[in-house]
Each structure stands twice: as C-alpha cells, then as structure tokens.
C-alpha cells in the first residue's frame, strides 16, 4: 500500500511540474521551431541550397524578431515580417551556398524579445566528382619550375569532362590547356613563375570543368620563403627621440647551409646593427634603434634596415611605432602600477 501511494505521489509531482513548465511557456512572447537543424547531406560544389525554419509564437504576448544574422557570408536570409501575434506562425528561409570543397555549414542567430536568442544551423558535406591525385602543392624558389609536379584529374563517376579555364593566385602557375580535350582522366603539365612565385609564395590553382556535377576543382599550394624573421618587423610604442631601443631578431635561410652577411643599410640611418651572430642556416641579430628628433612634427615614425647577404640575396626588417606622449606616458604608468600590484 505504501509502494502505490509513493509512485502516485511522484505522478502527481510530475504532471505539477510539466503543468508549471507548460504555463511558463505560454507566458509572454514564446518562440517555437519546428526544427533548428538542418542537413543537406551531400551536396555538389558550389550548389545552392534551401532551406525553411517553420516558427510559431507559443506565447501570450506578441512576438518581435529584432535581428536575424548568419555566421557566414555564404548564407542569404529571409523573414517576411518581425511581428507576430499568439498563435501565429511564420518562417525564416535560409539559402545556403555550399563551399568547393569539405564539410560546411552555418548558425543563423535569431533574436526576440521573448526568449532573447535561438542558433539555428544549416549543414552539408560536399562531394567532388572529380578527384585530383595530389591534394596540394609543395613547391621550391630553388629547384627547376618550382618543382611542380603534373596535376592529374580523375572523374569519380566515369563522366568524361574538359577544362574550361586555368588560374593561380597572381599569376604565378600557367598551364597550356586543350580546351577541346575530353575524357576522364586529364592531366595538365604546369609552368611556374619564379618571379610571380616569390610573390604570391601561397596560394591556390582553380580550375573550371566541364563536369555535370563537379564544375571547379581548387589545388592549395606553398612555397617557403628564402628567409625567415621572427618577430617580421619591430614597432615601438612610447619612444622617447634620440634615446636608442635595443632589439633582437632572429633569421633562418630555408634555402642555404650558411648566412654570410656582406652589408646592411637604414633607409633614414635610425637602425644599426650591434652584433650579427651566424650559426649555419640561423641567425642573431641585434639592433639599436634610434627615433630621430621629429616627435613635434608627427607623433609617428618608420623606418626599414635592409640586408645584403654575400650570395646576393637581399631582405628588409621594417620598423616603426610611436612617440610618447603625456597621454601615452599616463598609460604606461597606470599598465605598470597594475602589474606591480598584481
């Protein structure tokens, strides 16, 4: 007897709560989504996709949308009105462009003055039909044409396709292209830049195909540098005219055994070389750097220190920052009161 009036007590405890929670909703403006998820499952590259979030006010007040915003530009968005009695219904239609390539997706924010904010997500996995046998490119300022290697294409579904356009980023990779070929397998013999190359050391190639499903394929490249600096460049805040700042850098060559420096020269004579410390393809350097007397005239300055090495290769270290002033010196005061109290 004890057992049935025990589970009887939890039932009634139960319903209570489920009432109370039932009531909460219906006060005030209550925003209800049929579903905040949406999968597009596989999708082509590039393909646009649609999608609807049905919505209803579960609420006793009216319901007000202030902002719907996507995370993402791919996404374009659409909500016919933002006021919305008890009962009423409505809909936020979403058209999402899928990406080339991967998995992608975006959160849509919608707030109201019922229940502040719901993240709605769209989805998908985008599936190429045409495959390329290197997924990227690794290439080289030093060996012949970069080292490219030829780029193959393989159509997934057996549907021969041609290529339409070749483009890199600046230029920097060509390719003589047989528009009118078509077949399943491609393969394009590319023609690197060298001189583009050091311009644009990463990037991508885009191709344009013919395929019924897939109608661009992107290939990552990069190259490294012939020199790397950390930190790239210097700025200095707070400095005082006249009075030198001292500095290190580090610097790696990514292509040669040794670094022999053969002169260094500041373009407005405020950076000057204190040590240069080689060990094979690393390097130490420190710096002084003087700020000429101009803080009356601009509270600004800049200058750059290049680096000639013996084998001829040449490298800049810019540098610039700002002059202190009262308003600055306040502040470097009150950061450094805190951190001493700290």
């Known amino acids: 007897m004890k057992t049935i009036y025990f589970i009887l007590k939890v039932v009634l405890v ?31 590259p590039l393909s646009e996709n649609v999608a609807v979030f049905r919505f ?6 009216q319901l007000i949308i202030s902002k719907v915003a996507s995370t993402c530009s791919c996404t ?4 016919k009105k933002k006021n919305y009695s008890p009962g009423e219904s409505g809909e936020i239609k979403v ?74 980023t600046g230029d920097a990779i060509s ?28 990037g991508k190639i885009t191709l344009k195909l013919s395929h019924p499903h897939t109608s661009i394929v992107e290939i990552p490249y990069s190259t490294p540098s012939r020199y790397q600096l950390i930190p790239s460049s210097i700025f200095l805040f707070n400095a005082d005219p006249n009075k030198p700042v001292l500095r290190e850098i580090s610097l790696t060559s990514n292509y040669t055994d040794s670094i022999q ?19 094979d393809n690393k390097a ?10 101009g803080a009356g005239k601009s509270s600004y300055f800049a200058d750059f220190l290049k680096m000639k090495f013996e084998n001829g290769d040449e490298i800049s270290v810019p540098c610039r920052g700002y002059y202190a002033t009262e308003k600055n010196k306040k502040i470097n005061i009150s950061d450094q009161s805190a951190s001493s109290e700290r």
Do not use: M, W
Not at 56 to 61: A, I, L, S, T
Not at 76 to 79: A, G, Q, R, S, T
Not at 261 to 279: N, T, W, Y
């Open 76 to 79: 374009v968005l659409e909500l």
């Open 261 to 279: 420096l053969d002169s260094v020269a500041s373009a407005k004579g405020q950076i000057k070389v204190l040590a240069f410390r080689a060990d």
């Open 95 to 168: 058209k999402f462009k899928a990406p080339i390539k991967g998995p992608g997706g975006s959160n849509i924010n919608v707030i109201t003055n019922g229940n502040k904010k719901t993240i709605l997500r769209v989805k998908a996995k985008v599936v190429s039909k045409v495959e390329t046998v290197s997924k990227s490119l690794e290439l080289s300022l030093i060996s012949k044409n970069a080292g490219i290697k030829p780029i193959k294409l393989v159509s997934k579904d057996g549907k021969p396709f041609s290529i339409k356009s070749f483009n890199s």
């Open 14 to 44: 139960t319903a209570c709560v489920f009432n109370q929670k039932e009531l909460n909703a219906g006060t005030g403006p209550h925003i209800k989504f049929e579903k905040e998820i949406v999968d597009f499952g596989e999708v082509k």
């Open 175 to 202: 390719a003589d292209i047989n528009l009118a070929k078509k077949a399943t397998v491609l393969e394009i013999k590319p023609v690197v830049n060298l001189k583009k190359l050091e311009g644009s050391l990463c």
């Open 284 to 293: 130490k350097i420190a710096l002084e750097i003087t700020p000429k007397n």
């Open 56 to 61: 209803f006010n579960k609420g006793n007040e």
